[in-house]
């Protein structure tokens, strides 16, 4: 499976972004999705994940309540709606595919990765 995240830039603070990623196929499994994001010399950190009928989201503390996951199945496309965005949520933004229906938050959980598309919030 190849993932194509997409709809990163420049943004100003208080300002949204969509992000998208699709897959070349289906997994063949009902696997959740998530997105991780990566800032200049940090680790790669957990946004949030969806589940593989869009009825369970989880996301990280510092995004819950900005940030929004959706999927679109049938395009086999996941977004991430993101407003009032902040300078700190500059990074680069990586989609995953999870290895099975669990949407966990650690990074081995995750079997198939974007090429990750760049944020840049100007404050």
């Known amino acids: 499976v190849q993932l194509q995240a997409s709809g990163g830039g420049l943004v100003q603070a208080g300002g949204s972004l969509r992000l998208s990623c699709v897959a070349s196929?289906?997994?063949?499994?009902?696997?959740?999705v998530a997105w991780f994001r990566q800032a200049p010399g940090k680790e790669r950190d957990f946004a949030g994940s969806?589940?593989?009928?869009?009825?369970?989201?989880i996301y990280a503390d510092n995004v819950r309540g900005r940030f929004t996951i959706s999927r679109d199945n049938s395009k086999n496309t996941v977004y991430l709606q993101m407003d009032t965005l902040k300078s700190e949520d500059t990074a680069v933004y990586y989609c995953?595919?999870?290895?099975?229906?669990?949407?966990?938050?650690?990074?081995?959980?995750?079997?198939?990765w974007g090429q990750g598309t760049l944020v840049t919030v100007s404050s």
């Open positions: 969806i589940s593989w009928r869009g009825d369970s989201t």
């Open positions: 196929r289906r997994t063949g499994s009902n696997n959740a």
């Open positions: 995953a595919v999870a290895r099975s229906s669990y949407a966990g938050r650690e990074l081995a959980s995750y079997q198939y």
